[in-house]
């Protein structure tokens, strides 16, 4: 089983900031990663897939890079509404996992 | 715009089976281009892949829970559905049905969610 391991486990960045979260998988995924945002309450919601593709109606500010073993989601300029736990799942290998998870708090 | 619902009983007594069905709307169930899968979140947890079906039947399960999952579809209803036996407290959890893109026969991303529902497991 791959296991992903997101880092930080908590982030704090002001409004209009930048802020990097990193997935690392114990063995390489290739582009085989999806990026999700949780909101309290909520379903995840897919926002990345094949590591660096946006998904339908997901602004700008949020990208995705890397391959491999390091992967990253960056965004840009964060907005209140951005504050949300950040899942990566890699569904290179089964069974498909995902990382534990990076909570990003907006100051 | 596609939606899915998860339902079935909020409360299981331990030992007993966890049932939950996914109902699927404004799509079909039957479209070769997808699977249809279950994830589960322990309150305040991370989340977990359960298993992925496809139409015809083919399903992957977790290592994880093989022993104790079935997951079945029932395309003239267009839902799947989630079986789960001899639950302890550990399968407390917020369990969510997802649609699962293929490309070119490999299962990637989940999109969208069901909303979630939770289930405890308490006598």
């Known amino acids: 089983e791959i296991v992903m391991t997101q880092s930080p486990a908590t982030l704090s960045v002001s409004p209009g900031e930048r802020a990097t979260l990193s997935c690392r998988a114990s063995q390489s995924v290739r582009n085989n990663l999806a990026w999700y945002q949780q909101k309290p309450g909520q379903a995840p919601r897919l926002l990345i897939y094949?590591?660096?593709t946006r998904a339908t109606g997901i602004p700008a500010r949020f990208s995705g890079s890397g391959s491999g073993t390091e992967l990253t989601l960056t965004i840009s300029s964060l907005q209140s509404e951005d504050s949300a736990v950040y899942y990566c799942q890699q569904y290179n290998n089964w069974p498909q996992t995902f990382g534990q998870g990076t909570k990003l708090e907006i100051k | 715009q596609l939606q899915l619902q998860e339902s079935g009983p909020g409360l299981v007594k331990p030992s007993e089976t966890l049932s939950l069905t996914c109902t699927v709307s404004s799509d079909s169930i039957s479209s070769s281009s997808y699977y249809w899968g279950w994830i589960r979140q322990p309150p305040g947890k991370g989340l977990e892949w359960i298993g992925s079906i496809y139409y015809s039947g083919n399903t992957f399960y977790n290592p994880s829970l093989m022993s104790r999952v079935t997951i079945s579809v029932d395309t003239s209803k267009n839902h799947f559905s989630l079986k789960l036996n001899s639950v302890t407290a550990a399968d407390t959890a917020v369990y969510y049905c997802?649609?699962?893109?293929?490309?070119?026969?490999?299962?990637?991303?989940?999109?969208?969610w069901g909303q979630g529902t939770l289930v405890i497991v308490s006598s």
């Open positions: 997802a649609r699962q893109v293929t490309v070119f026969g490999a299962v990637k991303w989940f999109d969208p």
């Open positions: 094949g590591a660096s």
